[in-house]
């Protein structure tokens, strides 16, 4: 479980949002689910609607892993 944690640690950064002081970059949770939306037809989706999702998905995922 260590390892898992510490791969989506270098995936996401240091467990802050892509968006804080980084100029709005988005990180592979929210370009995975950007590219999920275009490929099946969702639309233009706001960025900071994405950011909230990918959020709480990343924080119930923190949760369910300890």
């Known amino acids: 479980m260590d390892k898992l944690k510490d791969l989506a640690g270098k995936a996401g ?3 802050q949002k892509a968006t804080e002081g980084s100029g709005g970059q988005q990180d ?5 689910l950007s590219a ?6 969702a639309g233009n ?3 900071e609607t ?3 999702i990918t959020d709480k998905g990343r924080d119930f995922f923190e949760k369910q892993t300890g």
């Open 50 to 52: 994405n950011e909230k």
């Open 45 to 47: 989706v706001n960025a």
């Open 13 to 15: 950064g240091s467990g």
């Open 36 to 41: 999920a939306e275009k490929k099946f037809g």
């Open 28 to 32: 592979y949770v929210d370009k995975g």
